[in-house]
């Protein structure tokens, strides 16, 4: 009779293996889950310590990572608990009610680590560093059928260099240090690469905690056989993807002082959102910003999106997703991602972990799934469906049991407001863009000459009379029109001088308009301002890249962009022909009419005043 031999459900080996491709998109975010865990402690301060060695490549000695440590001065941890805290799934906040702060489902420590390397050992200690306890996973030794179970933590001294390297006035009464060993998935092979690629990452996840001082973070680089001589050291600063606060690792002059005011300008930019989910309420906290006038005109005629800070906002680009004040992720999805000026607003929305199953955390803490998804879906056409109400509309995916609902009002204010500060944002270009043109006589100059010409002609135009009032009169009229779509009080102040001061008719403008003209026309202190619709098709389309950074470098890019303009016009062309199609008599030839003048004034304005 043959034996039958005992098999685990889930042979160690290979489910420990499994478990190194679990998701972290790169040494980062590992280590981040290593300072989760220090902060959760109560640390006030944590050092991330990497040390390199040198090895012979191809006849020269080079500097690669060999280990990479997390020092904290937390409360540090007992032997029972740190043993439980190198077991896969377990911890000590599995249960929901003890979800209350960055942990999750107790797989931090061990998952992130092997993540990156095959070793890991932890020192842990309450009562003196002299009295550390030290437990430790070892892939080589898993594979070899050696480990099966965690080892009984055990009083082990912290090794001298991790001593030396971090300051023996590092280690307090209590805290943890974990070093990763025999390191074999690190993408970035120094560790002056590791600190500069994770530097704005941690900085942007723990920025409230940076920000109001309850840590500080500590990175440092060092030779592993010189621990006494440190090549790096620096402090990680806030990352602030809104650009609110001050004292941040922006590049200057927007370092000391906030790039981005709330939005909108007036009242509260936090908005609270009441959401019932599982018979309890809780509340969902988002925040919105857009880049000031200070900082999308400070380039001095450089496009401001090439400019350092402004680098380094697109490198922010996106919805950045907040749980128990530490971030998840920056998800760009939100964005349009090919235009160049989606780095000009910022928005965030906070939540608390009782809503980690409506969101969709994922175990690593690295995105909110369900957030995405509900990012995707038009929110507008589904309130119209619902006779334009947004509670007639949750109502009616409540009862459809559809788990988008209680999302539904989140995704929809981020869409409105994301869409209102692009409008926002166009017009702040325009504005830039008016005042590098008009400094070399720009179109609407040109386009005076072509008034006054017709003028001397005897025609006449029903704004002409106010050019007869008073110059502050005119002013205040046209600024009034000017604030009304979108500038500030003082910037509507100084383009309208400008344009009285000068002596011009036009002035043009964008802003979001209601109904589907393309553009519209108000005369204001004897001033015609055209404005266009920012919100029609044909403005992206044909007037999207008027300013200089939303070009494309790619020239076959800008070719097509060229190309995509060019089928506008002929398609808006078309259009008017459909319209004079549907006209019938005595409206057919006025229309003709109306198409013949035009065309007759246009052809005035281009060829008398050159093309422009």
């Not at 889950?33 to 060695?53: F, P, R």
């Not at 009083?155 to 023996?168: F, S």
């Not at 350092?308 to 920056?330: D, I, K, T, Y």
């Amino acid at each position: 009779m043959q034996v039958q031999q005992d098999f685990d459900i889930v042979p160690t080996s290979l489910a420990v293996k499994a478990m190194r491709d679990n998701g972290y998109k790169n040494a980062a975010y590992a280590i981040a889950e290593l300072m989760d865990n220090s902060i959760q402690a109560e640390a006030t301060t944590v050092q991330l310590l990497c040390a390199d060695s040198e090895v012979q490549v191809e006849h020269r000695k080079r500097r690669r990572l060999d280990q990479v440590a997390v020092l904290d001065n937390g409360h540090g941890m007992n032997p029972a608990t740190l043993q439980i805290a190198l077991q896969f799934g377990n911890g000590t906040r599995l249960d929901p009610e003890n979800q209350t702060g960055m942990g999750r489902f107790g797989m931090g420590l061990p998952s992130a680590s092997i993540s990156q390397c095959r070793r890991v050992d932890v020192w842990s200690w309450t009562d003196g560093v002299e009295n550390a306890m030290h437990s430790y996973i070892d892939l080589a030794e898993i594979e070899a059928g050696r480990m099966r179970h965690v080892p009984a933590p055990e009083k082990k001294a912290i090794p001298e260099l991790w001593r030396v390297a971090a300051g023996d006035n590092s280690f307090g009464v209590s805290g943890t240090l974990v070093v990763w060993s025999s390191i074999d998935r690190v993408l970035w092979r120094t560790s002056k690469a590791l600190i500069d690629n994770s530097e704005e990452l941690i900085g942007r996840m723990y920025r409230y905690w940076l920000n109001d001082g309850r840590v500080k973070i500590i990175l440092k680089s060092f030779l592993r056989d010189s621990p006494d001589k440190i090549v790096d050291e620096r402090f990680a600063r806030p990352n602030d993807p809104l650009y609110l606060m001050s004292n941040t690792s922006c590049p200057a002059p927007f370092d000391k002082k906030p790039m981005f005011r709330p939005f909108p300008a007036e009242g509260e930019n936090e908005v609270p959102i009441k959401v019932r989910f599982r018979g309890e309420d809780h509340t969902v906290r988002i925040k919105f910003s857009i880049a000031s006038e200070e900082a999308r005109n400070s380039g001095n005629g450089q496009a401001t999106g090439s400019l350092p800070f402004g680098q380094h906002a697109a490198r922010n680009l996106g919805v950045s997703v907040v749980r128990a004040g530490r971030e998840l992720e920056l998800d760009p999805a939100w964005a349009t991602t090919y235009d160049p000026r989606e780095r000009w607003w910022g928005v965030e929305i906070a939540f608390e972990p009782g809503l980690d199953e409506l969101f969709g955390v994922s175990n690593n803490k690295q995105s909110a799934r369900n957030l995405a998804e509900a990012a995707k879906i038009n929110t507008e056409a589904i309130i119209r469906e619902h006779g334009g109400s947004i509670q007639k509309a949750r109502e009616a995916l409540r009862e459809e049991e559809d788990p988008i609902e209680p999302l539904l009002e989140i995704v929809h204010r981020v869409q409105t407001n994301i869409k209102q500060m692009r409008s926002l944002i166009h017009t702040q270009a325009e504005g830039r863009r008016r005042r590098v043109r008009h400094a070399e006589a720009g179109i609407e100059a040109k386009a005076t000459e072509a008034v006054r010409k017709r003028q001397g002609q005897g025609h006449k135009g029903r704004s002409d009379a106010d050019e007869n009032k008073p110059a502050e009169e005119r002013k205040a009229a046209v600024a009034e029109q000017l604030q009304f779509l979108g500038h500030s009080q003082e910037e509507a102040e100084r383009f309208a001088a400008e344009t009285i001061d000068k002596g011009l008719k036009y002035r043009i403008d964008v802003a979001p308009l209601e109904g589907g003209a393309f553009f519209s026309v108000q005369p204001r202190g004897g001033v015609l301002l055209v404005t266009l619709n920012t919100d029609h098709p044909a403005y992206e389309l044909l007037l999207g890249a008027r300013e200089p950074e939303s070009l494309p470098d790619d020239p076959t890019k800008l070719k097509e962009q060229l190309i995509a303009a060019q089928r506008g016009l002929e398609m808006m062309l078309f259009a008017w022909a459909r319209y004079e199609d549907e006209q019938q008599d005595e409206q057919l030839r006025a229309t003709r009419n109306i198409r013949h003048d035009w065309g007759r004034i246009a052809e005035d304005f281009l060829l008398e005043t050159g093309r422009p």
